[in-house]
Protein backbone atom coordinates (compact mmCIF):
# COMPACT_ATOMS: atom_id res chain seq x y z
CA UNK A 1 0.00 0.00 0.00
CA UNK A 2 1.73 3.34 -1.22
CA UNK A 3 0.91 6.69 0.48
CA UNK A 4 1.81 9.68 2.20
CA UNK A 5 2.81 8.89 5.67
CA UNK A 6 2.21 13.08 6.20
CA UNK A 7 -1.15 11.65 5.55
CA UNK A 8 -0.70 9.76 9.13
CA UNK A 9 -0.83 13.62 10.95
CA UNK A 10 -3.85 14.96 8.70
CA UNK A 11 -5.97 11.79 9.93
CA UNK A 12 -5.12 11.94 13.49
CA UNK A 13 -5.76 15.68 13.04
CA UNK A 14 -9.57 15.10 11.38
CA UNK A 15 -10.04 12.54 14.60
CA UNK A 16 -9.13 15.11 16.91
CA UNK A 17 -11.40 17.50 14.91
CA UNK A 18 -14.18 15.11 14.97
CA UNK A 19 -14.01 14.42 18.67
CA UNK A 20 -13.00 11.06 18.11
CA UNK A 21 -16.48 10.71 16.16
CA UNK A 22 -15.90 9.61 12.36
CA UNK A 23 -19.55 11.88 11.48
CA UNK A 24 -18.52 15.45 11.03
CA UNK A 25 -22.11 16.55 11.79
CA UNK A 26 -21.75 14.42 15.41
CA UNK A 27 -21.84 17.30 18.27
CA UNK A 28 -18.31 18.15 19.83
CA UNK A 29 -17.91 17.60 23.09
CA UNK A 30 -16.38 20.03 25.56
CA UNK A 31 -13.61 18.78 27.51
CA UNK A 32 -12.05 20.08 30.76
CA UNK A 33 -8.39 20.92 30.22
CA UNK A 34 -5.20 22.52 31.62
CA UNK A 35 -6.24 25.44 28.35
CA UNK A 36 -9.98 25.51 29.92
CA UNK A 37 -9.14 26.12 33.73
CA UNK A 38 -9.28 29.11 35.83
CA UNK A 39 -5.85 30.69 34.67
CA UNK A 40 -3.80 31.30 38.52
CA UNK A 41 -0.81 33.74 38.59
CA UNK A 42 2.71 32.56 38.73
CA UNK A 43 2.85 34.77 41.37
CA UNK A 44 1.19 32.69 43.77
CA UNK A 45 4.69 30.43 43.86
CA UNK A 46 6.53 33.25 45.44
CA UNK A 47 4.65 33.04 48.65
CA UNK A 48 6.13 29.96 49.82
CA UNK A 49 9.89 31.02 50.14
CA UNK A 50 8.79 34.47 51.66
CA UNK A 51 7.47 32.53 54.14
CA UNK A 52 10.66 30.48 54.56
CA UNK A 53 12.34 33.73 54.60
CA UNK A 54 10.09 35.16 57.05
CA UNK A 55 10.42 31.91 59.16
CA UNK A 56 14.32 31.92 59.10
CA UNK A 57 14.39 36.12 60.34
CA UNK A 58 12.35 35.44 62.52
CA UNK A 59 14.15 32.41 64.66
CA UNK A 60 17.26 34.09 64.32
CA UNK A 61 15.62 37.33 65.98
CA UNK A 62 14.50 34.45 68.82
CA UNK A 63 17.94 33.39 69.05
CA UNK A 64 16.62 29.71 68.50
CA UNK A 65 20.21 28.99 67.48
CA UNK A 66 23.13 30.78 67.61
CA UNK A 67 24.43 33.15 64.71
CA UNK A 68 27.14 29.86 63.71
CA UNK A 69 24.73 27.69 63.49
CA UNK A 70 22.30 29.79 61.59
CA UNK A 71 23.43 33.30 60.65
CA UNK A 72 21.14 36.19 59.39
CA UNK A 73 19.87 36.17 55.78
CA UNK A 74 21.90 39.73 55.78
CA UNK A 75 24.97 37.33 56.60
CA UNK A 76 24.74 35.32 53.77
CA UNK A 77 23.93 38.71 51.35
CA UNK A 78 26.95 40.01 52.96
CA UNK A 79 29.10 36.64 51.58
CA UNK A 80 27.22 36.71 48.52
CA UNK A 81 28.50 40.56 48.33
CA UNK A 82 32.31 39.18 49.48
CA UNK A 83 32.97 36.92 47.09
CA UNK A 84 31.06 38.52 43.87
CA UNK A 85 33.10 41.09 44.36
CA UNK A 86 36.38 38.98 44.21
CA UNK A 87 34.83 37.44 40.97
CA UNK A 88 34.57 33.38 43.13
CA UNK A 89 31.08 33.60 43.18
CA UNK A 90 30.80 34.23 39.17
CA UNK A 91 33.31 31.80 38.47
CA UNK A 92 32.06 28.94 40.92
CA UNK A 93 28.62 29.51 38.70
CA UNK A 94 29.63 29.37 35.66
CA UNK A 95 32.09 26.09 35.88
CA UNK A 96 28.81 24.04 37.79
CA UNK A 97 26.88 25.85 35.28
CA UNK A 98 29.34 24.29 32.34
CA UNK A 99 29.23 20.47 34.50
CA UNK A 100 25.90 20.27 34.51
CA UNK A 101 24.81 21.15 31.29
CA UNK A 102 27.80 19.07 29.54
CA UNK A 103 26.54 15.96 31.53
CA UNK A 104 23.17 16.54 31.44
CA UNK A 105 23.62 16.47 27.21
CA UNK A 106 25.33 13.70 27.10
CA UNK A 107 23.74 11.26 29.49
CA UNK A 108 20.07 12.51 27.84
CA UNK A 109 21.50 11.45 24.29
CA UNK A 110 22.79 8.12 25.75
CA UNK A 111 19.83 8.05 27.92
CA UNK A 112 17.38 8.62 24.76
CA UNK A 113 19.00 6.09 22.73
CA UNK A 114 18.79 3.07 24.79
CA UNK A 115 15.87 3.73 26.43
CA UNK A 116 14.05 3.62 22.55
CA UNK A 117 16.22 0.16 21.67
CA UNK A 118 14.85 -1.33 25.01
CA UNK A 119 11.15 0.01 24.19
CA UNK A 120 11.15 -1.34 21.07
CA UNK A 121 13.25 -4.58 21.07
CA UNK A 122 12.20 -7.08 23.51
CA UNK A 123 15.43 -8.89 22.84
CA UNK A 124 17.14 -5.35 24.61
CA UNK A 125 14.50 -5.46 26.93
CA UNK A 126 15.11 -8.69 28.22
CA UNK A 127 19.36 -8.54 28.03
CA UNK A 128 19.60 -4.44 29.52
CA UNK A 129 16.85 -3.68 31.43
CA UNK A 130 17.21 -5.90 34.62
CA UNK A 131 21.43 -4.78 34.72
CA UNK A 132 20.43 -1.03 34.08
CA UNK A 133 17.81 -1.44 36.83
CA UNK A 134 20.45 -2.47 39.28
CA UNK A 135 23.21 0.43 38.16
CA UNK A 136 19.86 2.75 38.96
CA UNK A 137 20.28 1.74 42.69
CA UNK A 138 23.62 2.60 43.13
CA UNK A 139 24.16 5.89 44.85
CA UNK A 140 26.19 9.18 43.32
CA UNK A 141 28.92 9.00 46.41
CA UNK A 142 29.75 5.32 45.52
CA UNK A 143 30.89 6.49 42.07
CA UNK A 144 32.97 9.17 43.01
CA UNK A 145 36.25 6.61 43.98
CA UNK A 146 35.65 4.40 40.68
CA UNK A 147 35.61 7.39 38.39
CA UNK A 148 38.66 8.52 40.06
CA UNK A 149 40.91 5.53 39.77
CA UNK A 150 39.88 5.14 36.09
CA UNK A 151 39.24 8.07 34.57
CA UNK A 152 41.87 10.11 36.12
CA UNK A 153 41.47 13.76 37.71
CA UNK A 154 39.91 16.88 35.83
CA UNK A 155 36.71 17.52 34.27
CA UNK A 156 35.94 14.40 32.81
CA UNK A 157 34.83 12.20 35.66
CA UNK A 158 32.98 15.01 36.98
CA UNK A 159 30.93 15.44 33.64
CA UNK A 160 30.67 11.16 33.62
CA UNK A 161 29.40 11.39 37.28
CA UNK A 162 26.40 14.14 36.39
CA UNK A 163 25.62 12.25 32.94
CA UNK A 164 25.02 8.68 34.71
CA UNK A 165 22.67 11.00 37.11
CA UNK A 166 20.99 12.30 34.26
CA UNK A 167 20.75 9.09 32.09
CA UNK A 168 18.38 7.05 34.26
CA UNK A 169 15.36 9.14 34.34
CA UNK A 170 15.41 10.16 30.49
CA UNK A 171 15.96 5.71 29.80
CA UNK A 172 13.46 5.15 32.38
CA UNK A 173 10.51 6.90 30.90
CA UNK A 174 11.72 6.41 27.21
CA UNK A 175 11.52 2.76 27.14
CA UNK A 176 8.46 2.63 29.38
CA UNK A 177 6.52 5.35 27.13
CA UNK A 178 7.65 3.50 24.20
CA UNK A 179 6.68 0.18 24.95
CA UNK A 180 3.19 1.57 25.62
CA UNK A 181 2.71 3.45 22.34
CA UNK A 182 -0.71 2.07 20.62
CA UNK A 183 -0.02 -0.63 18.86
CA UNK A 184 -2.88 0.89 16.02
CA UNK A 185 -1.51 4.00 15.34
CA UNK A 186 2.28 1.85 15.07
CA UNK A 187 0.15 -0.92 12.14
CA UNK A 188 -1.18 2.23 10.18
CA UNK A 189 2.92 3.37 10.31
CA UNK A 190 3.75 0.08 9.43
CA UNK A 191 0.93 0.14 6.50
CA UNK A 192 2.32 3.34 5.24
CA UNK A 193 5.73 1.80 4.20
CA UNK A 194 7.51 3.68 7.54
CA UNK A 195 10.04 1.33 8.79
CA UNK A 196 12.75 1.17 11.54
CA UNK A 197 14.48 4.54 12.37
CA UNK A 198 11.88 6.41 9.90
CA UNK A 199 8.86 4.75 12.33
CA UNK A 200 10.16 5.79 14.98
CA UNK A 201 10.72 9.31 14.04
CA UNK A 202 7.41 9.97 12.50
CA UNK A 203 5.13 7.91 14.45
CA UNK A 204 6.97 6.08 17.81
CA UNK A 205 8.90 9.24 19.39
CA UNK A 206 5.90 11.76 18.49
CA UNK A 207 3.56 9.54 20.89
CA UNK A 208 6.15 8.90 23.46
CA UNK A 209 6.95 13.22 23.50
CA UNK A 210 4.98 14.20 26.44
CA UNK A 211 6.80 11.35 28.52
CA UNK A 212 10.33 12.07 27.20
CA UNK A 213 9.78 15.56 27.71
CA UNK A 214 9.38 14.55 31.67
CA UNK A 215 11.82 12.43 31.95
CA UNK A 216 14.32 15.68 29.90
CA UNK A 217 13.35 17.54 33.03
CA UNK A 218 14.11 14.93 35.86
CA UNK A 219 17.18 14.32 34.31
CA UNK A 220 18.40 18.14 34.67
CA UNK A 221 17.42 17.98 38.51
CA UNK A 222 19.26 14.78 38.63
CA UNK A 223 22.18 16.53 36.84
CA UNK A 224 21.93 19.24 39.25
CA UNK A 225 21.59 16.75 42.40
CA UNK A 226 24.32 14.59 40.93
CA UNK A 227 26.95 18.00 40.95
CA UNK A 228 27.78 18.02 44.47
CA UNK A 229 28.96 14.65 44.16
CA UNK A 230 31.10 15.41 41.07
CA UNK A 231 32.61 17.90 42.63
CA UNK A 232 33.67 15.76 45.64
CA UNK A 233 36.37 14.52 42.89
CA UNK A 234 39.61 17.03 43.26
CA UNK A 235 37.73 20.03 42.45
CA UNK A 236 39.02 23.70 43.40
CA UNK A 237 36.37 25.71 41.88
CA UNK A 238 32.79 25.24 41.77
CA UNK A 239 29.38 24.96 43.80
CA UNK A 240 29.77 22.03 45.23
CA UNK A 241 33.07 22.66 46.00
CA UNK A 242 32.20 25.82 47.77
CA UNK A 243 29.23 23.87 49.67
CA UNK A 244 32.29 21.05 51.29
CA UNK A 245 34.80 23.87 51.94
CA UNK A 246 32.25 26.17 53.60
CA UNK A 247 31.42 23.14 55.62
CA UNK A 248 35.08 22.13 56.35
CA UNK A 249 35.33 25.29 57.79
CA UNK A 250 32.44 26.15 59.39
CA UNK A 251 30.81 28.85 57.37
CA UNK A 252 27.48 28.45 57.44
CA UNK A 253 27.02 31.62 56.26
CA UNK A 254 28.24 30.51 52.92
CA UNK A 255 26.66 26.71 52.98
CA UNK A 256 23.63 28.87 52.94
CA UNK A 257 24.73 30.94 50.16
CA UNK A 258 25.46 27.55 48.11
CA UNK A 259 22.59 25.92 49.14
CA UNK A 260 20.13 28.71 47.99
CA UNK A 261 22.56 29.40 44.49
CA UNK A 262 22.11 25.65 43.90
CA UNK A 263 18.06 26.01 44.11
CA UNK A 264 18.24 29.41 42.37
CA UNK A 265 19.87 27.69 39.14
CA UNK A 266 17.93 24.63 39.34
CA UNK A 267 15.29 26.67 39.19
CA UNK A 268 15.78 28.77 36.20
CA UNK A 269 17.54 25.59 33.88
CA UNK A 270 13.90 23.85 34.83
CA UNK A 271 11.86 26.99 33.47
CA UNK A 272 14.06 26.72 30.35
CA UNK A 273 13.40 23.32 29.85
CA UNK A 274 9.46 23.99 30.47
CA UNK A 275 9.18 26.65 27.72
CA UNK A 276 11.12 24.22 25.26
CA UNK A 277 8.45 21.21 27.03
CA UNK A 278 5.22 23.31 25.89
CA UNK A 279 6.53 24.46 22.53
CA UNK A 280 7.26 20.72 21.40
CA UNK A 281 4.13 19.61 22.66
CA UNK A 282 2.32 22.22 20.32
CA UNK A 283 4.83 21.04 17.43
CA UNK A 284 4.43 17.24 17.84
CA UNK A 285 2.50 16.13 20.46
Not at 56 to 65: D, E, G, K, R
Request: proline share 7%.
Amino acid sequence: MSADPSTLDGRSAQARGLGGSGDPSAPRTRRSGPGTRRRISPWWGALPPLALLGLWQLLVALQVYPPVNLPAPAAVVRAAGDLWERGLLQQHIAISTQRVLLGFAAGAAVGLAVGSLVGLSRWADALLHPTIGGLRAVPSLAWVPLLGIYVGLGEPPKVILIAIGAFFPVFTTTASALRHVDAQLVEAGRAYGLRGLSLLAQVQLPAAVPAVLAGLRLALAQAWLFLVAAELIASSIGLGFLLTESGNNGRTDRIFLAIITLAVLGKLSDAVVGLFERWALRRWA
